[in-house]
């Protein structure tokens, strides 16, 4: 009976454990949306740039020495809001997803090994290194260090993992781009060599100081500090020139077309989230939700909030994926709508004006069905269109009725 005892204590112990970190993990997660993450997010920039400007504003010598007291001490407390925050990443690092199937050492081990753990790391170092003798003078090696923390704003901002999935997915084009890139560079540095060395031998007396020129014209950036002065270098100073437009614009088509891709994908990521929580799609199957992704547009609204208004042309209907709206009706009441809802469907199928009015009562997700693509579906999802039918029947009785029920009155 004690050993059951002593377990159940300890199963609960560690359960409470587990839960706390859990907590804390959601709370430090980057792409957290509660309130409380948000705010978290906030003050970790607020705590990051006062760091960054006593680091830029103690690299001036003509500042007093009370200045540069009180800078260190911010610097020194910035530094320690860093530490703390990773040693709390490393706790919760095993709540991480894919590292759900390690231990808890193998998993803070991984974490510490990566981007976010590094870039956490090096946040911290200046506190771990220069702990006890923090004499920053002007541009002293340990306030320069800490510039390091501009690192961490790219942990905030989600573009820069969409910059790494680009890049991973174009790594061939790109490659191929950077390929051409290193020929072109080689070959023209050898080329000024040859025709350059005899008249400036100092500028192009060896390749590396070929190369220099050579980078210089073919990413267009023309410093003018090394010019060929021979007929032949500036022959091919003038082919380089032109190359240098070809290979950047293929590269900045390549990136183009890897963004556009990604944001395509991420969009219908989203509004498949979005779509699956209205009851009318879930029910029709993963083939016909598929189709209907494609058509619908994700809009997000704030409190109080006028969606459409009503005598405003009847040229789409929407989807209310989170939040609620109240509809104001010409009879002067009004009727709330939440999840799952659907409005605008009415002034759609009659293509007649809008009957009534509709604002949001709180922070609301909408996906939008403009008027050609729901008869574009409906054309071969019948289905979808009877629901919207019966739904705007019903919602027509009632306004008669209510509109009766008033006249009587």
């Known amino acids: 009976m004690q050993f059951v005892c002593h377990s159940a204590y300890g199963l609960a112990v560690t359960a409470t454990g587990s839960t706390s970190r859990a907590r804390t993990y959601a709370l430090l997660h980057y792409s957290d949306p509660t309130p409380a993450a948000r705010q978290w997010r906030l003050v970790n920039l607020v705590v990051l740039g006062i760091g960054l400007l006593s680091v830029v504003l103690l690299s001036i010598d003509e500042l007093d020495e009370a200045w540069q007291s009180t800078l260190r001490l911010v610097i020194w407390a910035v530094s320690a809001v860093f530490l703390v925050e990773y040693l709390l990443r490393l706790w919760v690092a095993p709540e991480t997803p894919r590292y759900d199937q390690d231990t808890p050492l193998k998993a803070r081990l991984r974490w510490a090994a990566s981007l976010p753990g590094v870039i956490g790391l090096l946040a911290v170092l200046p506190a771990l290194m220069f702990a006890g003798r923090y004499a920053v003078t002007g541009v002293d090696t340990a306030s320069v260090f800490c510039i390091l923390w501009i690192l961490k704003i790219g942990l905030h901002a989600p573009a820069f993992g969409t910059l790494g999935r680009v890049i991973s997915n174009e790594r061939a084009p790109i490659a191929s781009v950077l390929i051409l890139f ?22 192009f007396g060896s390749l590396p100081a070929a190369m220099w020129w050579a980078v210089v014209t073919l990413t267009t950036t023309g410093y003018g500090d090394v010019v060929p002065l021979t007929a032949g270098g500036r022959f091919v100073g003038g082919l380089l020139m032109l190359s240098g437009i070809v290979v950047l614009a293929l590269m900045t088509g390549v990136l183009a077309t890897g963004f556009a891709q990604e944001e395509r994908r991420r969009e219908y990521l989203r509004v498949w989230e979005q779509v699956a929580r209205v009851p009318l799609f879930a029910s029709l199957g993963v083939v016909t939700l598929s189709e209907i992704v494609g058509k619908l547009r994700t809009r997000y609204y704030p409190s ?100 009766e029920s008033l006249a009587k009155r």
């Not at 072109?184 to 000024?192: K, R």
């Not at 989807?319 to 409005?343: D, H, K, M, N, W």
């Open 182 to 203: 290193v020929i072109l560079l080689l070959i023209a540095a050898t080329a000024a060599h040859m025709f350059e060395r005899a008249r400036q031998p100092e500028q």
């Open 304 to 403: 109080r909030i006028v969606v459409v208004r009503r005598g405003d042309a009847g040229d789409s209907m929407f989807f209310i994926s989170s939040g609620e709206v109240e509809v104001r009706l010409p009879t002067g009441q009004s009727v709330t709508l939440g999840e799952g809802a659907f409005f605008g469907e009415m002034a759609l199928l009659e293509r007649q004006l809008r009957s009534a009015t509709v604002f949001t009562t709180r922070p609301t997700t909408l996906l939008v069905l403009y008027a050609s693509d729901f008869y574009e579906i409906a054309s071969h999802i019948p289905q979808l269109a009877e629901a919207v039918e019966v739904e705007a029947r019903r919602r027509r009785n009632e306004n008669i009725e209510r509109g």
